[in-house]
């Protein structure tokens, strides 16, 4: 299977700290590289206030290809140029997904994009702070019509779990726990 991972998230070059990323992301594409073909897409904001050490293009770590490209935005705003990144990126990218997952904040809409462009399934992996945007009444209608769009949700937590079966009774189906902490009684 093809699965194209869209997460700003993810080690951007070879060596990042950890101080700077998480690899947990990277563990887990890791795993799914064995038995399909993974391409995660990586955006990056701009402008960024401070120094950005991530630059436009291609890398592999562990035998995962990375594809970095830059997402516009107007500063100070949750304003994204979202079909100019899907448009520019699909073009270069050289990959037909069978499926899209999409992971944490504005990478969930690109995530919608890519889907529709392929006519693939899409599968959203859900934070604590896209639960605090959808608090807010400007973005709970965005966060509906994207997760009813969604053929699974990853909830990354019981909170989030609990949070989205109150809020959004109309998708109950389509979400599921995935944790990925370590087990309690280890501990």
Partial sequence: MNILFLTDL???YK????????????????FWNSNNKILVLRPFLLPVRKRNTITKGEVIIDNVRIMKYPLFRI????IYFNKLFMNYASKRIGFKPDIVIAHLGFNLFL????????NVPLV?????????????????DKYRVLLSDCQAIACRS??????????????????????????????
């Fill in 158 to 187: 019981n909170y989030i779990f609990n949070y989205i079966n109150k809020v959004f009774t109309n998708i109950r189906k389509k979400y599921f726990l995935a944790y990925s902490g370590i087990e309690e009684e280890i501990i």
């Fill in 10 to 12: 993810y080690p951007a």
């Fill in 15 to 30: 060596g990042q700290s950890v101080k700077e990323t998480s690899y947990s992301l990277h563990n887990f594409v890791r």
């Fill in 124 to 140: 959203c992996g859900i934070h604590g702070s896209d639960i605090i945007r959808i608090q807010g009444r400007k973005y709970k």
């Fill in 111 to 118: 995530g919608r994009l890519f889907a529709e462009k392929y």
């Fill in 75 to 78: 500063p100070k705003t949750e």
